[in-house]
């Protein structure tokens, strides 16, 4: 039998996961004249000791701002990543990339786009542009850190986990404490209880 405080928290984490509306407000074409890295990543999912295919996932994290998006993709394609690139970054942004295949600069750039890489077979940075993706390797090591912490992620529950990832890294950026903002999105939903015993 499952104690109060397992409960609770899964209760916590279901809301937090469940709830559609906080990424809504910062999410969609935030990288106006900004400068995002993207980046892909292939996740290990495990289910009942059975290893599944690969789950692509791709995203990115703008340099002046913070903001990022993580979503899943079926593959690694350049018109998978292009149509996601031109769905998540504001026209006439700059991407910054590495070398994979997907990424085709003829492309990107037709949609509007800059975009420069560096091809990580020779530097992690390029001695002659400065183009990196560390900024957006640090993000994956974050959502991988959870994700290795956890013994792996389900795949019917990776969507939320990734939605729950990028809502934590908004309250971080935003400097808001994660309880309360929770709290705060509860009370929105649910006016009518008294949430401050909770605090």
């Known amino acids: 039998m499952k104690s109060t405080r397992t ?19 910062f999410l969609p074409q935030f990288y106006q004249g900004r400068q995002p890295c993207c980046s892909h990543t292939a996740t290990l999912l495990f289910a009942r000791g059975r290893v599944l295919p690969e789950q692509w996932v791709f995203g990115g994290i703008c340099r002046e701002t913070k903001d990022s998006f993580v ?18 970054i504001a026209d006439g942004g700059t991407t910054y990339s590495d070398s994979w295949k997907g990424y085709q600069t003829n492309r990107i750039e037709r949609e509007g786009f800059l975009h420069a890489k560096v091809n990580h077979k020779y530097n992690f940075i390029d001695p002659d542009t400065g183009v990196h993706t ?25 969507e939320f986990y990734l939605s729950e990832f990028i809502w934590r890294q908004h309250q971080v950026k935003e400097n808001r404490d994660c309880f309360d903002s929770m709290l705060n999105s509860v ?13």
């Open 7 to 25: 409960r609770a928290k899964n209760d916590v984490i279901g809301f937090r996961r469940s709830e559609p509306i906080i990424l809504s407000d």
């Open 71 to 88: 979503v899943t993709v079926p593959n690694g394609t350049g018109s998978t990543l292009l149509d996601k690139i031109i769905e998540n």
């Open 134 to 158: 560390q900024t957006v390797e640090r993000m994956w090591g974050s959502a991988k850190w959870r994700n290795k912490r956890h013994r792996r992620t389900a795949r019917h529950h990776l």
């Open 187 to 199: 009370s929105a939903h649910f006016p009518s209880i008294d949430y401050s015993v909770f605090k």
